[in-house]
Each structure stands twice: as C-alpha cells, then as structure tokens.
C-alpha cells in the first residue's frame, strides 16, 4: 500500500437534507480522515465519493439516482473508484440501492457510520457492503472526538437522533429510527472542545431536539438543563437548537429563552397546518389553537422571539377550507422565516395510501403560502432597521472591507469596517433590509 502521507487519498463528500446530514458528513469525513483519506471538492479525481442521501421527499430521494448515474463516467475512468451511499435514503432502501445502480460499493445507514473504515476496507478487496442496523452502541461513542480544524466560528452539535413522533407522512422515524439522546458528559466535553477551537456558537441537532432527555450524574436531563450547563462554557457566546415538536416545548425551556441570554431568540417551531382536521389527520396531537397558546407563553418569557416553521400544503384530505387555516394561523403568527412544502407520499407512512389533493391545487396553495411568508418574513426584517443586535462575524463579504455575519435573530447582516475578524461577536445597528439580508454599522 502507498504511503498515505506521500499520497494521500481523496475523499469527495456530498450532502443533502438536513443539518444532521452536515454534522454526519463532518463526522465521516473525520473518521476517513484516519484512514488516510482526505477531502476534496469534486468527485473528479477522487478515490471515493460518499452521497450522504435525504429520504424526506420523493425528489430528494430521485436526486441520488440521477447523481449515482453521472457517477457512472467517473468510475469507467477510475475503476478503482469506491463509491458509497450514506443517509435516509441508504437506510430506506438498503441492498435495492445496489440492485438498482451495481456501481455502489457501500450502502451504510445513519447509525452504522462507525462501520465506514471497515466498509471501505471491504471494499479495496472487492466486496461490496450493505449495513442498515441499529447497534446498540452509540455511533459517536466509536466515531474520532472530531480532530478536524473547525475554521468557523459557528459549528453544529448532534444531541439527540431519531424521532418517536410518527407524523403520518414523515419517514425520519424510520430513517433515523426511535429517540436516543447523548449522555450530558460527552455533549459537554464536544462543546469544550468545539471552543478550544474557536467555535462561539453551537446549534445543538435532534430530529426531537427538545425532547432530550440525556443521562448525567445524577438521573436524566432536559434541554434546558443542557442549554443551562453549555451556557456555563466560557468562551461559547451563543446557543442555538432545532428541530423543536411543540408538544415538547416544556416550561423549564420557556423559561430558559427568558434566563439565559446565551439562548438566541430564535425558534424553528413547526405546526405543519392550521387545521385541526389536518393536524389530527398528520398524528401531530395538538390543535392550532393550543400551539398560538404556546406561542404566547414563548413571547411572554421572550417577547422578541423570532418565529420560524415548517409547512405542508395538500396534505391527503385538505379542503380549501382547512389551506385558509392555515393562512390564518401564519397571519396569526407572524413568522420571521418559514419553509414550505408540496406534500410528498412517502412509501411505508401512513398517509401514503390516501387519496392525494389534486397536484394543481397543491401548487397553487403553496404559491399563496409562500406568497404569506416571504411577506411576513419583509416585514419581520424591516422592522429590525434601527433596532441594536448582537453580530457574530463569520466571513469576508463581496465589497472590499466587508464582513458578514449572523445577527441574533439568525438573519445575515454586512457590515463594513476593515478591522473585524470571524468569531468577533459585536454590537451593529442595522440601517438597511435588502431581500435576503441586513446592512448594519458597528456600535
Ligand atoms: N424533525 C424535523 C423533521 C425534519 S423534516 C421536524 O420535525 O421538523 C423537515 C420538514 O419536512 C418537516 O417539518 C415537514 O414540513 C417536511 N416534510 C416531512 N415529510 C414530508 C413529506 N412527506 N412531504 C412534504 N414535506 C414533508
Ligand atoms: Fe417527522 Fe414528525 Fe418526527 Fe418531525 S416530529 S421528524 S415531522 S415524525
Ligand atoms: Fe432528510 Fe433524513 Fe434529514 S430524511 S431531512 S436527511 S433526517
């Protein structure tokens, strides 16, 4: 074998879907690290590309076919081209990836990334690997405590994964499977290392986020314990944490976003509909009603919380009727930011085999949705002009001089002044709202 220091081996990583997604690539990345492979931007070249998949929607799932098929030349120039398969879609579909496209090598489930050095070793001799389990040991107990240079100032923390809410149209919970959290110890000691490395903000993952429940000394821990304990990192300035269930959304943690000035006041906080019908329909378990009473309690600890959501327009069953509840609960609550989606039938969810909401009508919902948003989300941003915010500095923006960075409300915010560095957390004012961004002057 070559001398890996000599002539390293290249690893091309490409991700779709969620955060989680990120925080697991990075991770992969690190423990291929340890086997002598390092990263590269394009699969040209590469001795492995490793598509860590999102199984969420159909086109999500299809994008790894047609990429698999581009694949196809690469490895007729390169037959030593390992090729894997990573994610929701590898969990879902397992051994039927290979079936469909035999160029795969490897197909390894979210909680089997512990096994990818082995995998590929199978693979230099030739075999070709499927491993979709769920072992009983936690993955990040076997994956390397992250020796890669974090340069940014802002880094991901998975602290929970899977999800045992079973919405009827959404596959994560057989993707990423039932909710295990991560013990408080080890999520402290990655946050302690994370700023040792200059990281200054954390967003802490969970597909459940708020319902951690993880084991310290002592018995089991909330979020807003863990927010509490992270808080007490010097030197980590800003705690961020998605995706939230509502119905998780205990009082201790309410209390929190009114405490500790650490918790940013943002909250992605999906309802999905406004109608009742709807919302007992997709097995949410909380009425519209009870989730704009939920919301108030947030804004009464924390009245300058940015709200954002997740929504689903034409899920099986939806009347026009039930699409302007949901209108009028976005009027109702005045979302800073929010992501909507055309329903999507999922093989193996419940609401797969009921009779869908005529695809033009579906269209045409989502295009007045949106329509909402993107105003709300002006509004929300107007209204942060000659407001004082936090900024922290991530990078040099497009204008000499420039940096940009993220504001408290998670809005990104330019700023022009020669002297800043990333990791700076500053004061700004902000003086103008473009459409996707702030301009602000330092304070
Ligand atoms: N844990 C996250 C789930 C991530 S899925 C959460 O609870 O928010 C992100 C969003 O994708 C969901 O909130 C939902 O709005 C959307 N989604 C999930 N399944 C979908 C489907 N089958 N069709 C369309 N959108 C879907
Ligand atoms: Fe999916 Fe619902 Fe769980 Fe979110 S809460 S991951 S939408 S099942
Ligand atoms: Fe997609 Fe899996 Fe995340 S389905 S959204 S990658 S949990």
């Not at 039927?96 to 096994?115: F, K, T, W």
């Given at each position: 074998?070559?001398?890996?220091?000599?002539?390293?081996?290249?690893?091309?990583?490409?991700?779709?879907?969620?955060?989680?997604?990120?925080?697991?690539?990075?991770?992969?990345?690190?423990?291929?690290?340890?086997?002598?492979?390092?990263?590269?931007?394009?699969?040209?070249?590469?001795?492995?590309?490793?598509?860590?998949?999102?199984?969420?929607?159909?086109?999500?799932?299809?994008?790894?076919?047609?990429?698999?098929?581009?694949?196809?030349?690469?490895?007729?120039?390169?037959?030593?081209?390992?090729?894997?398969?990573?994610?929701?879609?590898?969990?879902?579909?397992?051994?039927?990836?290979?079936?469909?496209?035999?160029?795969?090598?490897?197909?390894?489930?979210?909680?089997?990334?512990?096994?990818?050095?082995?995998?590929?070793?199978?693979?230099?001799?030739?075999?070709?690997?499927?491993?979709?389990?769920?072992?009983?040991?936690?993955?990040?107990?076997?994956?390397?405590?992250?020796?890669?240079?974090?340069?940014?100032?802002?880094?991901?923390?998975?602290v929970q994964?899977?999800?045992d809410?079973?919405?009827?149209?959404?596959?994560?919970?057989?993707?990423?499977?039932?909710e295990v959290s991560r013990p408080v110890e080890?999520i402290l000691?990655?946050?302690?290392?994370?700023?040792?490395?200059?990281?200054?903000?954390?967003?802490l993952?969970g597909?459940n986020v708020n319902g951690y429940h993880g084991a310290a000394e002592g018995g089991t821990w909330g979020l807003a314990q863990l927010v509490r304990a992270l808080a007490?990192?010097?030197?980590?300035?800003?705690i961020?944490y998605?995706?939230s269930h509502p119905n998780d959304m205990a009082e201790d943690l309410i209390a929190a976003h009114?405490e500790e000035?650490?918790l940013?006041?943002?909250?992605?906080?999906?309802?999905?509909?406004?109608?009742?019908?709807?919302?007992?329909?997709?097995?949410?378990?909380?009425?519209?009603?009870?989730?704009?009473?939920?919301?108030?309690?947030?804004?009464?600890a924390?009245?300058?919380?940015?709200?954002?959501?997740?929504?689903?327009?034409?899920?099986?069953?939806?009347?026009?009727?039930?699409?302007?509840?949901?209108?009028?609960?976005?009027?109702?609550?005045?979302?800073?930011?929010?992501?909507?989606?055309?329903?999507?039938?999922?093989?193996?969810?419940?609401?797969?085999?009921?009779?869908?909401?005529?695809?033009?009508?579906?269209?045409?919902?989502?295009?007045?949705?949106?329509?909402?948003?993107?105003?709300?989300?002006?509004?929300?941003?107007?209204?942060?002009?000659?407001?004082?915010?936090?900024?922290?500095?991530?990078?040099?923006?497009?204008?000499?001089?420039?940096?940009?960075?993220?504001?408290?409300?998670?809005?990104?915010?330019?700023?022009?002044?020669?002297?800043?560095?990333?990791?700076?957390?500053?004061?700004?004012?902000?003086?103008?709202?473009?459409?996707?961004?702030?301009?602000?002057?330092?304070?």
């Amino acid at each position: 074998m070559a001398d890996v220091k000599a002539d390293p081996k290249k690893l091309h990583i490409k991700t779709y879907g969620c955060q989680m997604n990120v925080y697991d690539s990075e991770r992969m990345a690190e423990a291929m690290g340890a086997e002598g492979y390092v990263l590269t931007d394009s699969p040209e070249g590469a001795d492995m590309v490793l598509l860590n998949t999102c199984h969420i929607r159909e086109k999500a799932s299809e994008k790894l076919y047609s990429d698999l098929g581009r694949l196809r030349a690469f490895k007729e120039i390169n037959p030593d081209l390992k090729i894997g398969v990573a994610g929701c879609v590898a969990q879902a579909e397992g051994a039927e990836i290979q079936r469909r496209m035999p160029l795969v090598d490897m197909v390894v489930g979210p909680q089997s990334y512990h096994r990818l050095p082995a995998m590929v070793r199978a693979a230099d001799r030739g075999e070709k690997t499927v491993d979709t389990d769920f072992p009983a040991e936690d993955k990040f107990d076997h994956l390397p405590d992250r020796p890669s240079a974090n340069t940014r100032p802002t880094a991901f923390l998975t602290v929970q994964e899977g999800c045992d809410k079973f919405c009827a149209f959404c596959v994560v919970p057989y993707t990423r499977g039932a909710e295990v959290s991560r013990p408080v110890e080890r999520i402290l000691t990655e946050a302690g290392k994370l700023v040792a490395k200059g990281v200054r903000e954390v967003t802490l993952l969970g597909q459940n986020v708020n319902g951690y429940h993880g084991a310290a000394e002592g018995g089991t821990w909330g979020l807003a314990q863990l927010v509490r304990a992270l808080a007490r990192i010097e030197g980590l300035e800003r705690i961020r944490y998605t995706t939230s269930h509502p119905n998780d959304m205990a009082e201790d943690l309410i209390a929190a976003h009114g405490e500790e000035p650490k918790l940013m006041p943002y909250l992605h906080l999906p309802v999905q509909s406004g109608s009742d019908k709807i919302l007992k329909a997709m097995n949410r378990k909380h009425t519209a009603e009870e989730y704009l009473r939920l919301i108030e309690r947030i804004r009464a600890a924390r009245p300058d919380m940015l709200l954002s959501g997740d929504f689903i327009v034409g899920f099986p069953g939806e009347t026009d009727e039930d699409h302007r509840a949901t209108l009028d609960l976005i009027e109702a609550v005045g979302y800073g930011m929010a992501y909507s989606f055309k329903y999507s039938a999922r093989p193996g969810t419940p609401a797969a085999d009921r009779a869908p909401v005529d695809g033009a009508v579906a269209d045409a919902r989502l295009q007045e949705l949106q329509a909402l948003i993107t105003r709300q989300q002006r509004e929300v941003q107007q209204g942060m002009v000659g407001r004082e915010v936090g900024v922290l500095i991530e990078k040099q923006g497009r204008m000499p001089g420039q940096w940009t960075g993220k504001s408290d409300y998670l809005h990104a915010v330019h700023i022009t002044a020669p002297e800043l560095r990333p990791g700076q957390l500053v004061r700004a004012r902000i003086t103008e709202s473009g459409p996707n961004s702030l301009a602000g002057v330092l304070i």
